[in-house]
């Protein structure tokens, strides 16, 4: 009985591993043997400039070999001026190998320029600065401006939505009802708008072989299903530790919006870097009104926990609250020193993820509070004037 038991389960992997080995033999006669029979047409280079920083009298260009094939940068211009260059390690460069391009250059700030590199074959490719602006070196005084723009944006807006707390507390159970749908509305429009942000930034800089719009989607997925596997976990275990439901709920949220808010203070460092102080205002005040309904989010599940002493909610206020905005501290500092475009594509994304699973989260909550078919007056009203609300105040950004 046990050898035959025994042949059972080799027949078992023996059955998996079979098919397995046929597609490894597959891809390696792909890639060896069978590589000329497959080689049909030209391969097309491409190479991508994914940062232009202005230093004194020099352009520096980041540039990454994103094409299929090696190539070797040849010749650099500013504006259709070809001009001396030293290439940093080599001018050679193996599929997505980067080197830093430094070009001496008598550049004034505020001015326009197209950056040129023309590669072995001849062929060119270009990137155009609207604005020339100082490129910034790390130093404590701009660690400190922002930090302070990132509280700013992120810790004191949620902070100040966390106040509706005690409002939320008082009223009736379908108003509640009422409020995490509205939670659910906001959640759901910030959820969408990482994924546009993510989808605007791997069209404008990412290059095409890194398949913006699918790495954002396959991203998204993994971050769900990861965070929702955690977050059920959290929430199975809360009743067995000193965690309640409604903080472990709370918890989730503030997870999801603080990576939110990450992608979001990537944003505004990367427009300080530039120089572009307009634009980096407007995001800065758009996001501070933007983020204040973020704290209306997290003091909706959080106000069901009567138990906390006021002392203790207090200082889970304050923990969530962190949790949620400090993140885009973080952000700013990233964005501001070493932006790149691939990893704020992967940072939205996973934030969206996040924000998708809390949605499946409190919607389940609000059915375990009674209201099944979640097709009440409060919960449909909630999610639309949540996202109307978001929208609203989305404008300034």
Known sequence: MEVSQKSSNGKMIASGVIPFAFVVVLVVYVFGPGA???DMGVPLPEITMENVDFVDSEIQVTVRNTGPVSVEIMMADINDRIQPAAVEPDRLLDRYETAIVRIPFEWNEAEPYIVGLTIEDGTRFEKEVEAAAPALEPSMELFGLFAIIGTYVGIIPVMIGLLWLPFIRRISKS?????????VGL????GIDAVEEALEVSDESLAGS???VLLTVTVTALSFLGLYYAGQKLIDNASSSRLAKPVAIALMISIGIGLHNFGEGLMIGAAVGIGSIAFSTYLIVGFALHNTTEGIAIAGPLSK???????????????LGLIAGSPAI??????GFSYSPFSSVIFLAIGAGAIFQVIIVILRMIRAEGDKNLSSASVVSGVAIGMLVMYLTSILV
């Open 36 to 38: 000329d029979i497959l």
């Open 175 to 183: 108003k509640y009802h009422f409020f995490l749908a509205l939670t």
């Open 187 to 190: 959640l759901l429009f910030l």
């Open 210 to 212: 890194f398949n913006g």
């Open 305 to 319: 926990d009567t138990t906390l002493s006021k002392k203790s909610l207090i200082a889970k206020l304050i923990g």
């Open 330 to 335: 973080f952000g700013a500092w990233v964005g």
